[in-house]
């Protein structure tokens, strides 16, 4: 059998590794706390749940959607204005994605062809990468440096390059490395998409999961946003309904439009009563996402405590639901390190080499565990002795 030469640009996904590292030692009746795969473990609050059953229950929903409810766009441009003070069309700016992940991955066949340089942070999350090749771009890496807070300097992108580039993606709050970016990022970065006609893709993930009492909004409220690029928003991780698969693309009219086609010849839309769950989300009691939120902030706070009294160091992260930490000195190779560490303490992190060529020296830990398995995580690291290796 033969088979696309684009598949040998890919390996098989680190989470399904991590998935086989899990099972494995589990299989042994091992003990394993899983602090690899960002999957929330805080469940959608009552309405959104009873929202989900009530529309299941009639047979009329399952019919193909084709196209999103009018109702729910008309809710989504609700949320952004009550939210985050931008005022969007429900029919001309909206457009609803099955999950983030599909999102990215099917946006770049809307917006490039082979051999289009797509810029994309380092690191970063696999999909904004692997999304453009699959589409045939060739990718230049945004350094994300820790010494620049990982905000992407602008002038390390060299001028011929940036004359050729077609799109972008960023991400702040980020994943991996839990950056917020001031104001000044997205003045610059608007400017520099207007400069070079880049067409801008903004991740907002994790705009709710922002912790110590600091506040994020979108890219779109900045003057000039809408006429370089779009914004992805999830309802993943703010309302717990990752395996729903709810986001958004909002936004410049002209991207959203080539999205919606693209997606219409791909997939018969979003099934209705996950439609209506998302419609009781974001109109309902939003008590839920400051829980939410306190929730993944004492779970940073127990962690990072944790992990640096038994000896490895880390920085509390400002946002997001993950800690993004250097692997102990001993250890050079990430995976090698995360392996190391599954096998003699039983804690799974992601490693930061997942992340792209930056990513190398660090770690990914997911906040997806309770308080009580964060502290029987540093346990059992500190029991296990990899740390003191380093010593």
Same mark, same amino acid.
């Not at 999909?127 to 589409?135: K, R």
């Not at 809408?226 to 395996?243: C, D, H, P, Q, R």
């Not at 959203?256 to 086609?261: A, F, I, Y």
């Given at each position: 059998m033969q088979f696309s030469e684009r598949m040998n640009q890919f390996g098989e996904g680190i989470f399904s590794k991590l998935l086989e590292m899990k099972q494995q030692k589990e299989e042994k009746g091992e003990e394993v706390i899983d602090l690899g795969v960002g999957?929330?473990?805080?469940?959608?609050?009552?309405?959104?749940?009873?929202?989900?059953?009530?529309?299941?229950? @009639?047979?009329?929903? !399952? /019919?193909?959607?084709?196209? *999103?409810?009018? #109702?729910?766009?008309?809710?989504? &441009?609700?949320?952004?204005?009550?939210?985050?003070?931008?005022?969007?069309?429900?029919?001309?700016?909206?457009?609803?994605?099955?999950?983030?992940?599909?999102?990215?991955?099917?946006?770049?066949?809307?917006?490039?062809?082979?051999?289009?340089?797509?810029?994309?942070?380092?690191?970063?999350?696999?999909?904004?990468?692997?999304?453009?090749?699959?589409?045939?771009?060739?990718?230049?890496?945004?350094?994300?440096? @820790?010494?620049?807070? !990982? /905000?992407?300097?602008?002038? *390390?992108?060299? #001028?011929?390059?940036?004359?050729? &580039?077609k799109f972008m993606l960023v991400s702040y709050p980020n994943n991996p490395t839990t950056a917020m970016a001031p104001d000044s990022f997205y003045e610059e970065l608007?400017?520099?998409?207007?400069?070079?006609?880049?067409?801008?893709?903004?991740?907002?993930?994790?705009?709710?999961?922002?912790?110590?009492?600091?506040?994020?909004?979108?890219?779109?409220?900045?003057?000039?946003?809408?006429?370089?690029?779009?914004?992805?928003?999830?309802?993943?991780?703010?309302?717990?309904?990752?395996?729903?698969?709810?986001?958004?693309?909002?936004?410049n009219q002209e991207v959203?439009?080539?999205?919606?086609?693209f997606k219409s010849n791909m997939d018969y839309g979003m099934f209705l009563p996950i439609q209506q769950a998302a419609i009781a989300a974001i109109t309902g009691d939003q008590s839920c996402v400051k829980e939410t939120r306190k929730a993944y902030e004492r779970r940073r706070d127990v962690l990072c405590d944790g992990f640096n009294r038994i000896g490895w160091k880390m920085e509390r992260p400002k946002a997001t639901m993950f800690v993004w930490a250097k692997i102990p000195d001993e250890f050079s190779d990430s995976m090698e390190f995360a392996t190391e560490l599954m096998e003699k303490a039983g804690v799974l992190v992601t490693p930061g080499s997942a992340f792209g060529p930056s990513g190398e020296g660090y770690a990914r830990m997911a906040l997806v565990q309770d308080e009580e398995a964060l502290h029987r995580a540093a346990e059992m690291i500190e029991k296990s002795g990899i740390l003191r290796k380093s010593k």
């Open positions: 999957t929330p473990n805080i469940p959608p609050a009552a309405h959104i749940r009873q929202a989900l059953c009530e529309a299941a229950a @009639k047979p009329e929903n !399952y /019919i193909y959607a084709i196209r *999103d409810q009018k #109702e729910l766009l008309e809710a989504v &441009a609700v949320w952004y204005k009550n939210r985050y003070h931008v005022d969007l069309d429900p029919d001309l700016e909206i457009c609803s994605l099955l999950g983030s992940q599909e999102g990215l991955a099917h946006i770049a066949f809307s917006v490039i062809d082979d051999g289009d340089i797509v810029l994309v942070p380092d690191p970063c999350y696999p999909i904004f990468a692997d999304g453009p090749l699959l589409a045939g771009a060739s990718l230049f890496y945004m350094p994300q440096k @820790k010494e620049n807070d !990982y /905000i992407i300097d602008f002038s *390390d992108i060299p #001028e011929d390059i940036a004359k050729k &580039a608007i400017a520099f998409a207007k400069k070079y006609n880049i067409i801008v893709l903004h991740d907002n993930a994790y705009s709710e999961l922002v912790f110590d009492d600091k506040t994020c909004g979108s890219f779109l409220r900045f003057p000039g946003a809408k006429e370089v690029g779009v914004e992805f928003n999830s309802l993943s991780k703010t309302y717990g309904m990752a395996g729903a698969r709810i986001g958004f693309c909002v936004g959203v439009e080539k999205l919606k086609t």
